[in-house]
């Protein structure tokens, strides 16, 4: 299962050690034994046999050889379902039948279908992707914490944050041990992070899991938050949620505008009719103003301008100098 994973990865490229670390972090996660290299080459050699027939590409990448499944082979398929576990699913799209029409669970529920009715049995191609990073440290917490939110647990954390620039210099941060109490598990860019308070703290701080190296219960009373966790996010993109919104005036170029109408920036996203040109859109964002916004209107390029606040335009425009010394 682990190296199928790896092989359906386009965009990393594994040598035998990479495959090897990948394999072995897997394993002790799931309290197996470790493998050697031996080993590993050994079972990539078996998986090109039958019944899994894999092809694998085996790319030069200077003095190593890089691997992964061929552009025409979907992956191995390691699933059977019991007769027991295809009636748990028909059972849970029978419950998911009660929000037909809401799109969310569409999908759901057709994937559901088509395994129970054995439309994917016996085929093996790739009908369907997900977004999924078999590399993401901090995920083996992620049970762990959800069990302490639902319990309302205090936990003792070890967290490394993430180093910061210091006068032209890069800081590393030392490993600390918070006290906090756990509210909320939020996914955002193929990462996890934990919405916590931390003791002594007054707000609200998100957490990323792999960057929190042990959990452990604390026995302390549990602090309360009166937050809405369906609502908290609603302020901003990604997961630095502040209370103070900002009016955010964009200038899209018309060539870029149908992709952002479709899949729009927030759900405050806004035509404001009276400013457009023959040559561009304007748009307002009603957010608050975080990084996570800054990376977002960096990856659009040249085709978004910042007009208001000055704030942000101004922080935008610094980011793009740096950029263009460091292209020079």
Not at 14 to 42: A, F, H, M, P, W
Not at 168 to 189: D, I
Request: aromatic share 10%; net charge negative.
């Amino acid at each position: 299962m682990l190296l199928d994973q790896c092989m359906r990865n386009r965009h990393r490229n594994y040598t035998i050690d990479d495959l090897v670390d990948v394999c072995n972090r897997g394993l002790e996660k799931k309290g197996y034994k470790t493998i050697s290299k031996r080993t590993l080459q050994n079972d990539l050699n078996e998986m090109e046999l039958s019944p899994y027939c894999a092809r694998f590409d085996k790319i030069k990448d200077g003095h190593k050889t890089v691997y992964r499944y061929s552009e025409t082979y979907p992956g191995i398929n390691l699933f059977e379902f019991s007769d027991d576990e295809k009636l748990r699913i028909d059972s849970a799209i029978k419950v998911l039948e009660r929000f037909d029409g809401t799109p969310q669970y569409d999908w759901v529920r057709f994937c559901l279908q088509q395994i129970v009715s054995n439309e994917f049995m016996g085929d093996n191609r790739l009908l369907i992707s997900f977004q999924n990073n078999p590399d993401l440290y901090g995920i083996e917490h992620f049970e762990t914490l959800l069990k302490a939110i639902a319990n309302k647990q205090p936990l003792k954390v070890s967290y490394t944050p993430f180093p910061y620039m210091k006068d032209g210099e890069v800081v590393v941060r030392e490993t600390e041990t918070y006290n906090l109490h756990p509210y909320h598990l939020k996914q955002y860019n193929n990462r996890w992070f934990l919405i916590a308070q931390v003791e002594g703290k007054p707000y609200i701080g998100n957490y990323p899991l792999d960057r929190i190296e042990t959990v452990a219960p604390l026995h302390k009373k549990f602090i309360e938050t009166d937050i809405d966790f369906d609502e908290y996010f609603d302020n901003g993109i990604g997961v630095s949620i502040n209370d103070t919104i900002e009016s955010v005036l964009l200038k899209v170029d018309k060539l870029r505008y149908p992709y952002i109408k479709s899949k729009p920036l927030h759900w405050t996203q806004t035509e404001i009719k009276e400013m457009e040109t023959s040559t561009h859109v304007v748009i307002r964002l009603k957010v608050c103003l975080n990084n996570e916004l800054d990376a977002t209107l960096l990856s659009y390029s040249n085709d978004i301008e910042v007009l208001k606040p000055m704030e942000l335009r101004s922080k935008i425009a610094d980011r793009v100098k740096k950029m263009s010394e460091i292209y020079k």
